[in-house]
């Protein structure tokens, strides 16, 4: 098996393993707050922060060299953890994963201002057809269309994007045990905070989906650093759009839910225009910073660590070998 289908295939599974996580994510939504479902989540994570911060032995301290944007930035990892489980708690899956879809298409926005990256005039007409596409799904104006839950699912695609542009902004200087650790610490502690006020009791079942939800959350990161380190990023990134294939199974299989005429067009729209984006950021002429094809990660909700961090620190361990 060539390199390339080896990559490609470890996406599709890490993705699927991402769909299935989410698909947790969803029910304990029906039954619990978010807060509370992400606080055991994070608490299930940290076992495995242990480890990776027991094993960095290189020099240093857990104080950020860019306090601020570091701060910025596990702020909105949490804030895009919080609205991601909320739109799923309310949303159809495809419909959630069609608007968080829209995240390549934030961040080369994004990249203009915050990385100087320069945008030509077809990426910038496939950003326009892919917002289309975002209006598609939300319709709003609707009757039946733009709600609460698609007012979250957009927050933390946007939040989601910001927290991905100040990573590839940062991301050379911090350490990485940094980038992983905060959001995970402040997810913890603010959702713990809350928990006097969101809390309910949680049968034994439902406490054991929170380990299970963390356990796909690790074997998708590491799906991910497999196919990333396998084949190359124009070949890994499109292939998490396979996650709306696992959205529409599960909805109908779990949930009862079907895809709706607008949700399948403007889905179409936006993961066209972001495979475009991808393939030319894929162009060494095109793009300078790579910002969509450097942020190997899902969208960052602070209960296990980013697969971008991971990677920082193989890369490294690498190159000392």
Not at 10 to 34: P, R
Not at 102 to 119: D, R
Not at 290 to 305: A, D, K, Q, Y
């Amino acid at each position: 098996m060539s390199p390339t289908l080896r990559g490609a295939l470890l996406s599709l599974a890490a993705f699927a393993a991402y769909a299935t996580h989410d698909v947790v994510v969803k029910y304990l939504g029906g039954h619990y707050s978010s807060f509370q479902t992400m606080f055991f989540a994070g608490l299930m994570g940290f076992p495995l922060v242990t480890i990776l911060l027991l094993s960095d032995r290189r020099d240093g301290t857990l104080i950020p060299r860019h306090p601020w944007w570091t701060a910025l930035r596990t702020i909105s990892a949490v804030v895009t953890g919080a609205m991601g489980f909320y739109a799923f708690s309310v949303l159809p899956m495809a419909t959630c994963y069609a608007i968080f879809f829209a995240m390549p298409l934030l961040i080369t926005l994004m990249a203009i201002p915050m990385l100087g990256e320069k945008v030509g005039l077809r990426r910038g007409i496939a950003v326009i057809v892919g917002l289309v596409g975002v209006i598609i799904v939300l319709r709003p104006g609707s009757g039946e269309g733009f709600s609460l839950g698609h007012l979250a699912a957009l927050g933390a695609a946007t939040t989601g994007s910001l927290s991905s542009i100040i990573v590839r902004k940062i991301g050379r200087d911090e350490r990485s045990v940094v980038l992983m650790l905060y959001p995970m610490v402040l997810t913890f502690v603010a959702t713990g905070a809350l928990m006097p006020v969101v809390y309910l009791p949680m049968p034994v079942t439902d406490l054991a989906l929170t380990a299970v939800m963390a356990f796909l959350g690790t074997l998708g990161a590491l799906g991910s650093i497999a196919a990333y380190r396998t084949a190359p990023a124009v070949i890994v990134a499109p292939m998490q759009y396979s996650q709306i294939i696992w959205a529409a199974i599960y909805g109908w299989l779990f949930f009862d839910e079907s895809v709706d005429f607008y949700t399948a067009v403007g889905s179409s729209v936006i993961i066209a225009s972001g495979i475009y984006i991808v393939l030319r950021e894929g162009t060494p002429s095109v793009s300078q910073n790579r910002p969509v094809l450097e942020n190997r990660s899902r969208w960052e909700i602070g209960t296990f660590p980013r697969i971008s961090s991971w990677l920082k620190r193989l890369e490294r361990g690498g190159d000392q070998t």
